[in-house]
């Protein structure tokens, strides 16, 4: 049934509004600070004037309700929030109106990619799928990360990073590097949101860690793009 994922559409964009309008204070976008604030952050007033927009307008907006905004609206609103070029296809992501397909749960891939990564013999490299659920790796992967060893559901690399204490252990940079990968996590919901499987691991992670649970609610989004990982293996540091 698509209605509830369009209701859950539209509270994750009043969540993610309201997030990065938090976020900013008046210096930031050039204002003063108008006396006493009982929130922190800019006012909606204040952000309907920087994007040049109406405040009843972006009021419903932020509210998620059901309206149709141009693109120069989305554009002027992207600016006025200071969104980065992640978050701003997030926000586009969003506001589609046509809720995406499920996600197809992919559990192999073809033997040219299997033979590519195996070509790497030096270094550890795998395939994710949308949900994040690591489905082939090479050699090097398997020694560092013991994907074979793991039950398919526990090669997920979310439930690896916030909820594995042995994972945990060796990324000495956790407390940086967890809330970086939900934030790269966050822009792939996106494009699925109202999957079931994904929907439940979110809220699995919810339960059993009061990091994701906490950094979930802030709605940061990165680009997918990987960057440098720092692992310690037998008390070594690899990256």
């Known amino acids: 049934m698509p209605q509830p994922s369009l209701e859950r ?30 929130t922190k952050g800019l006012r909606r007033e204040e952000v309907a004037s920087l994007a040049g927009v109406g405040l009843t307008w972006y009021t419903w907006f932020e509210q998620g309700r059901d309206i149709r905004v141009s693109p120069d609206f989305l554009e002027n609103v992207a600016r006025a ?10 926000l586009y992501l969003l506001l589609d109106r046509e809720l995406t397909a499920a996600v197809t749960p992919e559990r192999k891939v073809s033997r040219a990619l299997q033979r590519m990564i195996d070509g790497m013999p030096h270094h550890p490299a795998y395939f994710r799928t949308a949900r994040w659920d690591v489905i082939a790796w090479n050699k090097p992967a398997e020694r ?10 526990e090669r997920n690399l979310m439930r ?8 945990r252990a060796m990324v000495p940079n956790w407390t940086s ?21 994904t929907e439940a691991l ?38």
């Open 9 to 38: 559409s539209r509270s994750e964009l009043s969540d993610f509004l309201t997030s990065r309008r938090a976020r900013l204070s008046p210096a930031d976008v050039g204002l003063p600070e108008g006396g006493r604030r009982r």
């Open 81 to 90: 929030l200071r969104l980065s070029g992640a978050e701003r296809r997030h």
């Open 144 to 153: 560092l990360f013991g994907y074979g060893r793991r039950r398919p559901e």
């Open 160 to 167: 690896m990073m916030f909820l594995d204490s042995a994972f």
């Open 177 to 197: 590097a967890a809330p970086n990968l939900l934030a790269k996590f966050r822009g792939d919901y996106a494009r699925y949101r109202g999957d079931a499987a």
């Open 202 to 239: 979110i809220q699995e992670l919810q339960q059993r860690s009061s990091e994701f649970k906490l950094w979930w609610r802030r709605h940061d989004v990165l680009s997918s793009g990987e960057g440098i990982k720092t692992i310690h293996v037998k008390g070594k540091k690899s990256e």
